[in-house]
């Protein structure tokens, strides 16, 4: 399988938790550079897979307001820190 097929098939969930086990890795600052190399490459790979995922959300969100009648989403604002 391809690695474009294969980050076809990965969720948004998959491709994160790949992404964070590479970030434990390459902290550790064990790996060979080209296995470091090849791992950020993937990480970028995984980057841009979690992008569109989420592009894809709120495309669809942004869809179902619209046929709600809502002409805009409201930004969603974090509650200050206690």
Known sequence: MTSRKK???LSFEDAL???EHIVEQMEQGELPLEQALQKFERGVELTRVSQARLQQAEQKVQKLVAQ???STLVPFEEEPPQ
Do not use: D, P
Request: hydrophobic share 10%.
């Open 7 to 9: 980050n076809e098939n």
């Open 17 to 19: 938790k790949e992404l």
């Open 68 to 70: 709600q009648g809502q």
